[in-house]
C-alpha cells in the first residue's frame, strides 16, 4: 500500500484558515479554552472556525449558507472513527474530528453542525436526497459510488480485515472455508467476500457493530470490513476479540458529497493539503492509542 505523506505545517494562506490549538498536554485539542457542550467538545476548541469564507460556484455551500447549520452524515457505533457515547452523549472519532474540522473551515462551530448516523447501505441516497451536505464515515472512494456522487479526499487509507475471537482458528482470509462471516449491507466488506471467497457464507447487517454482538455470541465466526474499524472493536474488548492476517483491500476514505460539486469538493481538498499538522493530530488522538497505523494520503485531482 503506498501512501505519501503531505508536508506538515499549516499553510495558513490556503482557503481553510485553521488553527491547532495549543496544548500543554500534548494530546491535540487539550486546549483549556474550551467548555464541554455535551457533544464532542469537551477537549476544547480544536480548530479556528474561519470568519467571511466565500465559496463560489458550491449548490451546498449555498444551502448550508441560507440554513445556518451544517449536515453531516456520520456512524455512531465504530470507535476510534465515528462513534456517539451513550452514556454522555459525546460524538468522538476520526472521522467526526475530519467533519468537524470541515464545518470549521466553512465558518460552521460544532453548536451550528448537526450529526445524523447513516448506515453503509443508505450514504449515496441520503447525499441525492439532499439530506445531509456531506458525509464522512469510512466510505471507500469506488468508481461505483462516483457515479452517483462525488468525493474529497481521500484522507485516510485502510484495507480490509478480519476479526474473530480471541480462540478462534482463523488465522487469516484464507481460513475462511465452511465459516460464516459477517459484515454490513452495502459495504465494500461484504461484496468483496461474496465475490473472491465464496467458500464462506455470509450473515449482513446495517452495521457492524450488530455483527460483533453476533460474534461474541457465537453466531458467526468472523467480522470482516476495514481493519481500522476493526481495531476500534477489539481494543474494546481484548481479551474476546483479536484482528487476524493481513489486510486483503485498498480502502481510501473519501468525503462524500453531492455529484459535481467541485467547488466544495476542491476546497475540502486543499484544506487537507494545507493542514498536515491538524491531520496528524486528529489520528494522533483518536486512531494512534488502538494501534492503527497510517499515514496522510495525497488527495485525488477534482473531477
Ligand atoms: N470502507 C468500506 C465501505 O465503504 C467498509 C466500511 C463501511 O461500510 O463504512 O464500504
Excluded at 212 to 240: F, R, S, W
Excluded at 247 to 262: A, I, N, P, Q, W
Amino acid at each position: 500500500m503506498r501512501q505519501s505523506r503531505i508536508i506538515a505545517g499549516l499553510g495558513l494562506a490556503a482557503a481553510a484558515l485553521l488553527t491547532l490549538t495549543a496544548c500543554n498536554s500534548g494530546t491535540p485539542g487539550g486546549s483549556p479554552t474550551g467548555e464541554s457542550t455535551g457533544d464532542g467538545a469537551e477537549e476544547g476548541t480544536w480548530f479556528t472556525v474561519a470568519e467571511d469564507v466565500q465559496l463560489e460556484g458550491s449548490p451546498t455551500f449555498d444551502a448550508i449558507t441560507d440554513r445556518g447549520s451544517v449536515k453531516v452524515g456520520v456512524k455512531e457505533d465504530q470507535p476510534g472513527l465515528g462513534y456517539l457515547d451513550p452514556t454522555t452523549g459525546d460524538r468522538t472519532g476520526f472521522d467526526v474530528d475530519i467533519a468537524r474540522w470541515i464545518a470549521a473551515s466553512l465558518g460552521y462551530d460544532e453548536d451550528k453542525i448537526e450529526f445524523t448516523a447513516i448506515p453503509s447501505a443508505n450514504r449515496e441516497q441520503a447525499i441525492l436526497n439532499g439530506d445531509i451536505d456531506y458525509y464522512v464515515g469510512t466510505y471507500s472512494i469506488t468508481d461505483k459510488r462516483k457515479e452517483q456522487i462525488s468525493f474529497a479526499g481521500p484522507y485516510f487509507i485502510t484495507g480490509q480485515g478480519l476479526l474473530v475471537g480471541a480462540d478462534s482458528d482463523i488465522a487469516s482470509v484464507d481460513d475462511l472455508e465452511g465459516k460464516n462471516v459477517c459484515s454490513a449491507t452495502g459495504s465494500t466488506s461484504i461484496q468483496r467476500i461474496k465475490d473472491e471467497h465464496p467458500e464462506a457464507s455470509t450473515t449482513e447487517f446495517d452495521t457492524y457493530s450488530q455483527c460483533v454482538e453476533q460474534l461474541k455470541n457465537g453466531q458467526v465466526d468472523a467480522v470482516t470490513t476495514d481493519e481500522a474499524i476493526l481495531i476500534g472493536y477489539a481494543a474494546q474488548d481484548p481479551d474476546n476479540l483479536k484482528v487476524v492476517g493481513d489486510v486483503f483491500s485498498e480502502e481510501r476514505y473519501g468525503v462524500g458529497l453531492t455529484k459535481g460539486d467541485t467547488a466544495l469538493q476542491e476546497y475540502i481538498n486543499t484544506m487537507f493539503t494545507d493542514g498536515g499538522d491538524i491531520w496528524q493530530a486528529i489520528f494522533d488522538k483518536n486512531l494512534g492509542p488502538a494501534g492503527v497505523e497510517g499515514e496522510q494520503p495525497e488527495v485525488d485531482p477534482v473531477s
